[in-house]
């Protein structure tokens, strides 16, 4: 029998409690153990609960109870989820976790502590939700060169983006729908804001490169900018705009990583996700274009990839140990500066004239918009000296 603890009864805890029950058989056929919930553990009030039984408020019971070998840790935020997280770990128990926060700030520790106490650190669920990426990039991809990653990977802003793009919804409607299905966060800044993709495009890029950015280091855009003109041009250019987190390799071997929105051509495999859906691109050396695609949040296909991760800890139980993803955290010295990567980029400026040989895409209420060919920020805002610019889009080619 394997126990495990639920830390953290919200929206994916619960979930997986739900799932847990509704598929020991499955389960139990699958790994040949049979599971059971011992402890949820949530400070809030459960006391009419059916589970109330279950539930409890103090974290060093489950630390102290010999019975518990796994800890899904579905609190959220950094803090305590660390703390509790590190403490299982050097009690000798298995930790699984859809938390991208803890994972982007603190992954490195974690995974060593679980190296040093025999135990898994597991994360698939923090980034794409429900789509296996982190195994894959574990297992398959890991001995690959990567070439880049470009991914969408917030669920509320792609649903939000559909919802007003496609839809003629408003944000502040979308963004209420998105949290009324459960997509956004607690805080639903680190979605708008680009803040979650952030973190996830960072641990994406520590399992690419073997190194973590602090993702504060990072320049990040989110939607909030994104006007009725930016998506009437795009849609005259033929393309849609999407929150795209992005890491390469450059060619004097720094990292370059940015969240921004991007126009998508529709050569593109990201340029047909749509609603919930999130859409990660890997271009790898030898095994060319991955494309990976799933429901990127919500309550049972986050849950599900945790459940994924508790099976895959309960298969290797009596062996103790999968083969660890390990990162150091980076210099951010070594984090090229995004305004020296060449793009193409859309651009709009206050006036009727732009500079010659630029391909015109609007001219309305004075302001005038254009596609550059190739070349830096740092280019373009030279070229541009004495402009007012009004929106920067960038293209993801
Ligand atoms: N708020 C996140 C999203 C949840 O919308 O993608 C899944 O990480």
């Known amino acids: 029998m394997v126990k495990i603890a639920v830390i953290g009864f919200g929206n994916i805890g619960g979930g997986l409690v739900e799932l847990v029950e509704r598929n020991k058989q499955f389960i139990k056929k699958d790994t040949g153990k049979e599971v059971e919930i011992k402890y949820i553990v949530d400070i809030r009030d459960f006391s009419g609960h059916p589970l109330k039984k279950k539930i409890i408020k103090d974290f060093n019971i489950v630390l102290n109870d010999p019975e518990v070998s796994v800890v899904a840790e579905m609190i959220g935020g950094s803090h305590p989820a660390f703390d509790f997280s590190l403490a299982a770990l050097k009690a000798g128990k298995h930790v699984i976790t859809s938390n991208k926060e803890v994972v982007a700030n603190f992954g490195e520790i974690l995974l060593q502590a679980a190296d040093d106490n025999n135990v898994s650190y597991l994360f698939e669920a923090s980034v794409g939700g429900a789509i296996p990426i982190i195994r894959p990039m574990r297992e398959s991809v890991s001995s690959d060169n990567i070439i880049f990653i470009s991914g969408i990977l917030n669920g509320t802003t792609n649903y939000m983006l559909t919802s007003m793009l496609k839809n003629g919804k408003t944000f502040d409607q979308s963004l209420a729908k998105a949290r009324e299905l459960g997509y956004a966060e607690a805080n639903p800044s680190a979605d708008v804001d680009g803040i979650d993709t952030c973190r996830k ?16 280091s990072v320049y990040t855009e989110g939607i909030r900018n994104i006007s009725k003109r930016d998506t009437n041009d795009a849609e005259k250019l033929g393309v849609v705009i999407k929150l795209i987190g992005r890491t390469e390799k450059t060619e004097d071997g720094k990292v370059f990583i940015m969240v921004s929105p991007r126009m998508i051509t529709e050569s593109s495999p990201l340029f047909h996700v749509n609603d919930v859906f999130n859409g990660i691109l890997i271009s790898c050396e030898a095994l060319g274009d991955l494309m990976f695609y799933g429901k990127g949040a919500g309550r049972i296909p986050t849950a599900g990839a945790v459940l994924a991760d508790i099976i895959e800890v309960i298969k290797h139980i009596d062996t103790k140990q999968l083969p660890p993803s390990k990162w150091e955290r980076a210099d951010d010295s070594t984090l090229a500066d995004y305004k020296s990567i060449p793009m193409v980029f859309y651009c709009r400026v ?5 500079p010659d040989g630029l391909k015109e895409v609007s001219d309305e209420d004075g302001e005038i918009s254009f596609v550059t060919e190739r070349t830096t920020q740092e280019q373009l805002e030279k070229m541009l000296n004495g402009y007012e610019i009004t929106s ?5 080619v």
């Open 392 to 396: 920067l889009i960038r293209f993801d």
């Open 201 to 216: 495009i960072c641990i994406l890029s520590a399992l690419s490169y073997g190194k973590i950015y602090n993702s504060e």
């Open 350 to 354: 206050k006036g009727d004239k732009i």
